[in-house]
């Protein structure tokens, strides 16, 4: 039965119903850690004055977790890994999306450990690895996503700079070598192999030598090693792996980072300073290389629009990349020129992806440069202060209910 209240108007009745009526939103969030300060500060493009700013133990690189729920900010030098609450909840519901947003803030007391690094997100888990640990930690998301810290040890046979990952039932790790080394040396990577839960092994050594940079595409896994790049799919103790050799006509070069797409089953990949390759682990060829004119800088794909990418070289440009023809279709002038040479940590640009824009740090000049994946052309600058170095952008479109 329905019910009037005395006085009230159509109008009035038309309002308070407007009032509970579904908005749609959309809310890109960028949190980005400074090169020489220890601290996180985040901001939503669409207000990009209203900014929050965290203090963490040294400098970070900022890893999106639970769907963006979560960000792990991860300390190698300074043996930290901080956890943030990004604020921003988008939910699938099939034919609609909706989205929460409330303020970022820190969650749990850090996890510490000695030189934590990479950072795997699969099957509902988020591992990281310290590296002269010899051990990762694993931590569910949805646990994450409600703050809630509570990370299982997965024990390693011997301390090395890897990656460990859920995978069908079972866990995925690298694996060193045994022989002795000198001094701070790393030991040498050999491969991947499946281990059970309690670390004994339930496969073959799949060999990878040199093993370095992972990612997801599809069913597959894909790393880069000194051979090629190695491919994982299936499930159980007996995953199929398989090896990508270099093609004979790719200049004498190795992969050692990797993107995979979300929306088609294609990997993009370093090749040596100055090239890409894309990577097909079904069809043949299953790698096509594109050649730089520059060295890189740092390479993104677009998730909206998944036979895009895009790569910063170090002459301060920005080339659109076509994945289904391997080649650059576009090139823009975004920045000044920032040297390859120096350290691989020296503080230079790195990419983002936030919709139909590309939210780019530039550390020399001390703010965010947001460009348009159409265009390539700047749209807007936001000034942070500081040398601005790692992000990372969660967010999204829904319903605000």
């Known amino acids: ?221 894909a790393a880069g090693c000194k051979e090629g790049v190695l491919t994982v799919t299936g499930s159980g103790a007996e995953p199929t792996y398989r090896m990508l050799p270099y093609p004979a006509e790719f200049p004498e070069a190795t992969t050692g980072t990797l993107l995979g797409s979300t929306a088609m089953q294609v990997f993009l990949g370093n090749h040596g300073p100055d090239g890409l390759v894309v990577i097909d682990p079904v069809e043949a060829p299953h790698m096509r290389r594109i050649a730089l004119p520059f060295r890189r800088v740092d390479f993104a794909l677009d998730p909206a629009q998944p036979a895009h990418g895009y790569v910063l070289t170090e002459d301060g440009s920005l080339h659109w990349v076509d994945l289904l023809k391997a080649e650059i279709v576009a090139s823009a002038r975004v920045t000044e020129a920032y040297s390859m040479d120096g350290d691989w940590n020296d503080p230079r640009p790195r990419l983002a992806m936030a919709g139909d824009r590309i939210v780019m740090s530039d550390p020399r000049a001390g703010l965010l440069r947001v460009i348009s994946a159409e265009t390539l052309q700047e749209l807007s600058t936001v000034a942070l202060g500081g040398q601005p170095y790692t992000l990372t952008v969660v967010g999204g479109s829904g319903l605000n209910h």
Not at 95 to 109: F, M, Q, S, T, Y
Not at 175 to 188: F, H, L, Q, R, T
């Open 1 to 221: 039965m329905q019910h009037i209240l005395p006085g009230a108007t159509a109008l009035s009745i038309l309002l308070a119903g407007a009032a509970w009526a579904d908005e749609t939103q959309t809310v890109y969030r960028v949190i980005v850690a400074d090169h020489a300060a220890p601290r996180l500060t985040v901001l939503d493009l669409s207000t990009p004055d209203t900014r929050w700013t965290f203090d963490v133990a040294g400098q970070a690189k900022p890893y999106a977790l639970a769907g963006g729920r979560v960000v792990a900010a991860v300390q190698s030098n300074d043996d930290h890994v901080h956890f943030l609450s990004t604020g921003v909840t988008v939910q699938d519901h099939g034919d609609h999306a909706d989205i929460a947003v409330a303020d970022p803030a820190l969650i749990g007391a850090p996890l510490t450990g000695p030189r934590p690094f990479h950072v795997v997100s699969h099957d509902g888990h988020s591992v990281i690895n310290f590296d002269k640990g010899g051990y990762a930690l694993m931590l569910k998301e949805d646990a994450l996503a409600a703050g809630q810290i509570a990370p299982v040890e997965f024990r390693q046979s011997r301390a090395h700079h890897g990656f460990v990952t859920p995978f069908g039932g079972t866990i995925l790790s690298t694996v060193a070598s045994d022989a002795p080394v000198e001094g701070d040396a790393a030991p040498a990577r050999l491969g991947l192999q499946t281990f059970a839960a309690d670390g004994s092994a339930a496969g073959e050594l799949a060999p990878c030598t040199a093993i370095h940079g992972e990612a997801f595409s599809g069913a597959y896994l």
